[in-house]
């Protein structure tokens, strides 16, 4: 069964640009996860999606939004890109709603300059 | 509110020779608590978890962690490490949210360093 895949990679934007990041589930996983991992901050959460509801959000701006799709895939999106933005965002996906372990994808590596 | 506390930033250890990282946590709910593995450039590998039963709990790649109720614990150990085992290690709680699912608080993170 393959992983969690996460597009792309690496990413080099501009302060003030705008970037979608993408994320497959496991197959059959329903609830999507995002986390933001900098140095300075370590892992954070940002938001879940259960069945396309965004059901949980975490403690970030406005700028920092996401969607799940019918076939569990999502995506994030950060507008108006800062330097402090620069971090690994990571995607989790898991079976079920409570508990169950999150499987983690490559993450993508945003750098803002 | 959970928390995590990963007290070693760093823990060099040299290969063959066992390990134990450490974690604590807060929590004033039942927990379930979990360790990954994050090797560079990579996302995070789960390790192992604890959800109820037996405090000892055993995971992949011959590490183990043992659940502690009373010292809010929940160490990682592996007898004998590889140099393979050179990576960051995550101890997480998780922590049911109102709207259901879950979302897990991590520690700071340990970077084990393992030398010939």
């Known amino acids: 069964k393959a992983g969690v895949t996460q597009t792309p990679r690496y990413l080099i934007k501009t302060r003030g640009q705008q970037v979608t990041l993408s994320c497959s589930p496991i197959s059959g996983h329903r609830s999507v996860s995002w986390y933001q991992q900098t140095p300075g901050q370590g892992l954070q959460f940002l938001f879940e999606?259960?069945?396309?509801?965004?059901?949980n959000k975490g403690n970030f701006p406005g700028r920092f939004s996401g969607r799940q799709f019918s076939n569990s895939r999502s995506e994030m999106n950060v507008s108006t890109l800062e330097l402090g933005d620069s971090a690994l965002y990571l995607c989790a996906s898991s079976l079920k709603q409570n508990n169950s372990p999150l499987h983690f994808g490559n993450g993508t590596r945003l750098t803002v300059t | 509110a959970q928390s995590v506390t990963q007290l070693d930033s760093q823990v060099p250890v040299f290969e063959e020779a066992p390990v134990e990282l450490r974690c604590n946590y807060s929590?004033?709910?039942?927990?379930?608590l979990f360790w990954y593995v994050q090797y560079p450039n990579q996302g995070l590998q789960l390790l192992l978890k604890?959800?109820?039963?037996?405090?000892l709990v055993k995971g992949i790649n011959g590490f183990e962690a043992e659940f502690n109720k009373s010292q809010t614990s929940f160490h990682l150990r592996k007898p004998s490490v590889h140099i393979s085992d050179t990576a960051e290690y995550f101890c997480?709680?998780?922590?049911?949210?109102?709207?259901?699912?879950?979302?897990?608080?991590f520690g700071t993170g340990t970077q084990l360093k393992v030398e010939l």
């Open positions: 929590s004033s709910v039942s927990v379930y």
């Open positions: 999606y259960f069945s396309e509801t965004q059901r």
């Open positions: 997480a709680v998780s922590h049911i949210l109102t709207g259901g699912g879950n979302k897990l608080t």
């Open positions: 604890y959800l109820s039963g037996s405090t």
